[in-house]
């Protein structure tokens, strides 16, 4: 089947049609899924950020109680030796 010149240039420029509407729609998809990761991104940095928080607050609860154990024990050690004394 051999087109004549005119329907060659029709099918060329509905090919080139066709080649621009699936790029309009691939950089609308990809627009739509840079806002998604963008906004999940901000979601994932608070949630670190409420982790480390959560974390250090753990860790000075921690350090509070493990100095205040260790003073009671060496209390407990000055009581005991100042008894057998």
């Given amino acids: 089947m051999w087109l004549s010149s005119d329907g060659r240039a029709r099918l060329t420029a509905r090919a080139e049609e066709a080649r621009l509407e699936e790029g309009a729609w691939l950089t609308a998809r990809i627009e739509g899924l840079g806002s998604w990761l963008t906004a999940h991104a901000v979601e994932a940095r608070m949630e670190v950020a409420r982790l480390a928080a959560w974390s250090e607050r753990a860790r ?21 030796t100042q008894g057998l004394g």
């Fill in 60 to 80: 000075l609860s921690s350090d509070c109680r493990g100095s205040a154990h260790s003073s009671d024990k060496r209390r407990g050690l000055q009581l005991g």
